[in-house]
């Protein structure tokens, strides 16, 4: 499909993946008391909340972020206009439960993740930077689990890395990097891992691979990742085909390494990502999203069992 799609804001998806606006999902909303040095003329303030399934440990509390939200242009203004569903149950997966919290843990410091520009968590998509953090604060979690609690508490544990990318749009940006900077505290200054937020324009990325140049775009993230997660980011035919070479492009070719995606299996264009992860040797397996996941986030997600997890490897046989 050629040309760019415009968005009907009367699609059932809109009303599902950004529904911010609906009154049944009001949530409290905070005045920015300290907006001097952030660069949006309007901001909102939220606090979203993840619980966690290991209620029997002080190491495993729920998860409370504070995210500014852009609603300078109204939620359908730009990807950081809005938290969508996909990125709560997604945040929901990896922080509030075992599975997850120990799929964050192992990419960061089980799977040769203390290589110089290797390993680590990679978000796509990161929008306010839900998912990412989450992804983050359960990495570090269970690293200090680990630390209080096991034979290993005094081996020396190596710095890892979470980065959380989108476009290279200065608000997009911007905005993504606050998030990051106020909530470093629920991942812990002594977590051995640097966070931070790079741009990442898949079709970029797409022609680097392409073109057999990994280093003709300096800004974009370096090295390959562990895991790689992403909530919904097919939602237009077009960017189908670049999504999945990014996933290919990044994605560490380790036995144990994988891409975690939450995505309605219905949107235009997804079906044309999976066949092109199929081309690019990559296996793809899905399942429904578990009760836990759904229950672990602080609000009811009405159309939440619409969503699919969908974990994406590479091929034993293409090492």
């Given at each position: 499909m050629s040309g760019t799609q415009k968005i009907d804001v009367n699609d059932?998806?809109?009303?599902?993946?950004?529904?911010?606006?609906?009154?049944?999902?009001l949530l409290q909303q905070e005045e920015e008391e300290d907006a001097d040095d952030f660069d949006l003329t309007s901001?909102?303030?939220f606090e979203r909340t993840i619980t966690t399934l290991a209620t029997d440990t002080s190491d495993f509390r729920p998860l409370v972020l504070r995210l500014r939200q852009?609603?300078?242009?109204?939620?359908?203004?730009?990807?950081?206009?809005?938290i969508w569903d996909a990125s709560l149950l997604l945040a929901s997966f990896l922080y509030g439960t075992n599975e997850g919290q120990q799929l964050c843990?192992?990419?960061?410091?089980r799977m040769q993740s203390t290589q110089v520009d290797g390993g680590g968590i990679l978000e796509l998509g990161s929008g306010l930077g839900l998912s990412g953090i989450a992804a983050a604060a359960a990495a570090a979690a269970v690293a200090t689990f680990h630390k209080r609690h096991t034979k290993d508490?005094?081996?020396?544990?190596?710095?890892?890395r979470v980065v959380l990318t989108d476009l290279n749009d200065k608000n997009i940006m911007s905005l993504l990097r606050k998030n990051v900077e106020?909530?470093?505290?629920?991942?812990?200054?002594?977590?051995?891992?640097?966070?931070t937020v790079?741009?990442?324009?898949?079709?970029?990325?797409?022609?680097?691979?392409?073109?057999?140049?990994?280093?003709?775009?300096p800004c974009v993230p370096t090295?390959?990742?562990?895991?790689?997660?992403?909530?919904a980011l097919i939602y237009i035919p077009d960017h189908a085909v670049a999504c999945a070479e990014t996933v290919s492009r990044y994605l560490s070719k380790s036995n144990s390494s994988q891409a975690i995606i939450i995505q309605l299996p219905d949107r235009a264009g997804f079906d044309i990502f999976l066949r092109r992860c199929h081309e690019l040797e990559l296996l793809v397996s899905s399942r429904a999203i578990s009760e836990d996941v759904i229950m672990n986030v602080e609000r009811r997600i009405v159309s939440a069992t619409d969503y699919r997890i969908y974990f994406i490897k590479p091929r034993s046989d293409c090492h």
């Open positions: 059932e998806f809109w009303s599902v993946a950004m529904n911010g606006r609906d009154d049944y999902f901001c909102d303030i852009n609603n300078r242009d109204g939620c359908l203004s730009d990807v950081s206009g809005d843990y192992d990419a960061c410091f508490a005094d081996k020396e544990q190596l710095t890892s106020c909530n470093l505290s629920k991942i812990g200054e002594d977590s051995d891992l640097s966070v790079q741009s990442c324009d898949w079709f970029n990325v797409a022609s680097s691979r392409a073109n057999a140049d990994n280093n003709s775009q090295g390959t990742f562990n895991l790689i997660i992403g909530s």
